[in-house]
């Protein structure tokens, strides 16, 4: 089946203590990208890489981290994690425009719900 | 960057009406997506739009893009309980994330009352 997973689902942690989301693709796509929803503000993008080893900011990426060592995997580093990053996190993947010259279907994970104390 | 403003914000529809949600932005869009999100959980692709005029349906929900490419429209027919959740527009390549990056709205809250 076609999925984007992330784990951990859920995530209660303290200030300061460095933390890793993980995101993984099974679809062979080079776009991968973090986002993070909060009340009132929407979803917004954090993070977003256009295939293996190349990794641009998105419109909030202070405060987080991301590597794309393998084309599947797109992890979300916190290394020093605040309150103001409570949040609910998504992972998402496509084909990429690069790749078709047309937008394509995004495929967003379950999400992971972090509380930082 | 982008901005896409939805409206309304949130809805209550008797179950078994139409209803209409819209999202429009300032600047032309280019790869709208439509998306369903049950509160808390994950995103449902429902349709995306590329060219002006365009129309798409599935089931019971159409949606349109106009042709100067500034509003879309998120139509659902004959409402039932499954389709309560929050809708989500989100327009590609207008924030930093890249041609694939998409800003959102900040959805619709839609409610079926039985």
């Known amino acids: 089946e076609a999925q984007v997973t992330q784990n951990p689902r859920y995530l209660i942690t303290v200030t300061g203590k460095k933390l890793t989301v993980t995101c993984s693709q099974n679809?062979?796509?080079?776009?991968m990208s973090w986002y993070r929803q909060d009340p009132g503000l929407g979803l917004r993008q954090i993070y977003y890489?256009?295939?293996?080893?190349?990794?641009d900011k998105g419109d909030v990426p202070e405060g987080y981290k991301v590597s794309r060592k393998e084309k599947r995997n797109f992890p979300l580093i916190l290394e020093s994690p605040s309150p103001n990053q409570t949040s609910l996190y998504f992972c998402?993947?496509?084909?990429?425009?690069?790749?078709?010259?047309?937008?394509?279907?995004?495929?967003f994970g379950p999400g992971t719900r972090l509380t930082v104390l | 960057s982008q901005e896409l403003e939805q409206s309304p914000q949130s809805l209550i529809v008797q179950e078994g009406k139409n209803l209409t949600i819209n999202c429009t932005s300032s600047?032309?869009?280019?790869?709208l997506y439509w998306y369903k999100q049950k509160y808390g959980e994950g995103l449902i692709f429902l349709m995306m739009l590329q060219k002006g005029g365009e129309e798409k349906s599935h089931e019971k929900i159409t949606a349109k893009l106009d042709e100067k490419k500034q509003q879309s429209s998120l139509h659902i027919t004959a409402s039932q309980p499954s389709h309560a959740g929050i809708y989500l527009c989100?327009?590609?390549?207008?924030?930093?994330?890249?041609?694939?990056?998409?800003?959102f709205g900040k959805g619709t809250h839609l409610i079926i009352q039985p």
């Open positions: 600047k032309t869009l280019y790869g």
């Open positions: 679809m062979n796509h080079e776009y």
């Open positions: 998402a993947s496509s084909t990429g425009t690069g790749v078709h010259r047309a937008y394509n279907e995004q495929f």
């Open positions: 890489s256009m295939n293996v080893e190349v990794t």
């Open positions: 989100g327009a590609a390549g207008r924030g930093r994330g890249g041609a694939d990056g998409l800003t």
